[in-house]
Structure formats: structure tokens, C-alpha cells
């Protein structure tokens, strides 16, 4: 059996700092009210600015009265907290996921108008172990199998923290039952809909001696140290071949293909397509390694992948640029918000009535009217048909980018989004 360590304010110290935390750092704690981010923000509050943050999804009616109980507890403990709602239409598919999603986005929002950098969640090392199973059914290979991430950047200069992933829950409920706290039980971690739930009834009853949490979780500990061998190599590799552009595209030099491991050059792939198409997903290994085969035998004109498009630009040059058709329609312009999951913007002045779309064919178009050598603009055509662009109707009024601007009472920017 393996010997479970405790759980102590000087552990945890230990612990944030390795993942880069600093003691008296302002830190928002994601707390649901179970035993594990209430054991995490109880251990935090003397080290660390502390906030505590709930969200209320709206799924449960037992929801609010948790947010309400979290509040009340911190009341207790003069600790600020605050609830946050998820507002507006639910999916019906992966409602789990996108509620994950929306969970992390809204705090970290919320950091973002505050001004914190950090927020830690309560993951432990059963929720490690979990994952890796859970992966390791769905045939992950290095990436998944390294488990959840100790620390990651969730956008927008703000950093996921886990400080609790080497604890076993065990030990994180002994210490808030030492220290006399109730806690919340969501129902859901019972329900056998869910395959987490199957996975943790077969580790606490495991069919193999060894196969338990700490093994499990100690393996994804390995994996992710071959993982980040992995990423300091995409990212050398990445250095040397790859060229990207604040607009958004990029061209990779192919004779790079040469000699560097397939995994490297898969890696890096699926880095160009998230860079160019804004997403966070990683795509299927066979869709990356169809993409790689035409890329090598020269045939990919046009071949996309998860919203971003491969075209030859010259001999041992691709170009890769946002597909235009996977860009939703145009949007109406906001004092501020996030395009195509690519950019961040902000406008100033008369906004109403402008919309944000690609330059697209439309805006190109009259892009030529206007500009007779469209060779002045030092970016290729189908980077510029996938650049931001501001319309009132059907008439392009401005292009960032390419410094055409027709609106004399907007004042407006543009950046890339987050950590892309
Ligand atoms: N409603 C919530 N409000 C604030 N923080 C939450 C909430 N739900 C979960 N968290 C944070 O996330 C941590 C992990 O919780 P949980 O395992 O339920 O979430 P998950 O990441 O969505 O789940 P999964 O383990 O299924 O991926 C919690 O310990 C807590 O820190």
C-alpha cells in the first residue's frame, strides 16, 4: 500500500510554488463546495490573496443554494467571494463539457477585470487517475495519457493552477473533517451515467493489485515529463520551420519535414492549425497524418483541417490560412469582444450598424476597386480574404490589417486572442 502524504498549509506552499506561485500571490479559488476546493481555499486563505469563486451553472436546482452555502462559509472566514452565473441557452449535447468550458471562461473573465493571474482548482489525485483511464479508453496516446495539466494558461494572461494533484481525496476530506466544515455532495458524482463514476467504483474495488489512483496518477506524472520533452522539441522545430503572422496565417518551409520524428512534425501540425484557426481541440491523429502525407508528396492544395487552410505558396513553402467558409457570418461590432476566437478587439465611436466579417471575395473585390496593385499589400490573397474586416451592409469600410480605414468617427484595434 502506498502511504498517503498529508495535506498541510506548508505543503501547499510547497506545492504553488513549484507550479510558479509565489507566496502573497492574489489568487481566485474555484470552489464548488465539495470537500476538495473547500479543503484547497480553507489551506490557501493565510498564504495567498485569496478569492473564492462559484459558478452556478443553472443545471441543478440545488445549484444556488450551494453557491449560497460557499458564500456563507466564506462570510465566515472573511474570505471574499463572489457567484457567477452562466447565462443564456445550454447546449443538449456534451452539456458537461461546454458547462466545463463555460466555467472556466467566465472566471477567468472575471480575473481578467480584476487583475489576477492565477486561479487554482481542487483536481486531486484520484481525479488524475480518472483521467488517465478514461483516456486511456478512448486510445490517448502520450499527450492525454500525461493527465491533467499541474498548471496551463487559460487565455488572456491567465494561468490554471492544480496544486492538489499529488493528494489523494482522502486526505483532503480527513482535513476538512478535522477542521469541523461541511460540505456540498453533488449527486452526479454518484450517477453510473457517467463513466468517470464507473472508473472510480473499479478503482476503489481495482481488479489488478497496483492498479490504483497513485500508480495511475504517478505514471501521468512520467508522461508528462516526456510530454514536455516532446513540446520543447515541437517548439524548436516549430522555430526553425514556421514563420507566424500577427494577421493570422503562417508559412512552413517543408524541406523541414526532413529528418525530424513524425510525432514532432504531427505536433506541430496540429499547433498550426489551432495558431490559424483559433480552436483549443486537438485533432484526430489520422486527420493529421492524411494532412502530413499530402504535405510531403506536394499534394495540398486547398486540403484543410479544422478550419485552416493548406496551399502551396512556393517550391518547399506552405501557407496556412484561416478557411473563409469556416468563419461564422458577420457579427455586429461591440465597444469590445473576441472575433473568430482569433482576435481580441476593442472600438470606440459609432459603432451601430457595422458588422465584423472576413474581407472574404465581397470586401476583396472592392478592395481591388480601389487599391489598383493589390501587390502593394506584403500578405497573400488568401490570408487577406480570412483578415477581420469592419462592413456597414454589404460595403467594407475598413481592414485593419492592411491599413484601410474609411471610418473617420471609430477609433479601433485589434490583437491576438489570448495565448494563441
Ligand atoms: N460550480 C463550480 N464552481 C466553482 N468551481 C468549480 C465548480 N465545479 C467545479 N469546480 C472546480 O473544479 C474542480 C474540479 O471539479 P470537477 O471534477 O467537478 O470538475 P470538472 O473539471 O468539470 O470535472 P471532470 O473531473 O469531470 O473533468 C473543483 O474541485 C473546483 O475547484
Redesign the pocket.
Known sequence: MITKPPITRENLIDGYCKLGVDKGTKIA??????A??LC?LLLSRFDYKVTA?????GLRKE?AE??SF?AALCAEYSIPHVT?RWQGDKPTANL??A??EA?YDL?KNWCVEKGIETV?????QD?QA??VLLRLARGSGVYGLAG?APVRSIGQGVSLVRP?LEYPKESLIRTVKDMGIKWVE?P??RSEA?D?VKIRKMLANPPVEGLNAARLAGTAGRLRRSRDALEYYERQWLLAAVHFYDEGYCTVDTKQFKDAPEEIILRALASICRFVSGGTYVPRMEKILRLYSALQEGEFKGQTLYGAMFSPLSEHVALVTREVSAISTPVALESQGIWDLRFWYQAQGNISGLTIAPVGENGWIQLKNIYKDMKEFSSPRLAILAMPALFDGEQLRSVPFLGYDTLKDVSFSFSREGNK
Request: negative net charge; hydrophobic residues 45%; glycine residues 4%.
Open positions: 479559488i474555484a470552489v464548488s463546495g465539495g476538495d476546493s484547497l469563486i462559484t459558478v452556478d451553472h445549484a450551494e453557491a460557499v457567477l458537461q463539457a458547462a466545463r466555467r472566471i487554482a482548482v481542487a483536481h486531486h481525479d480518472e483521467t491533467m492538489l453533488d452526479s458524482n457517467y468517470r
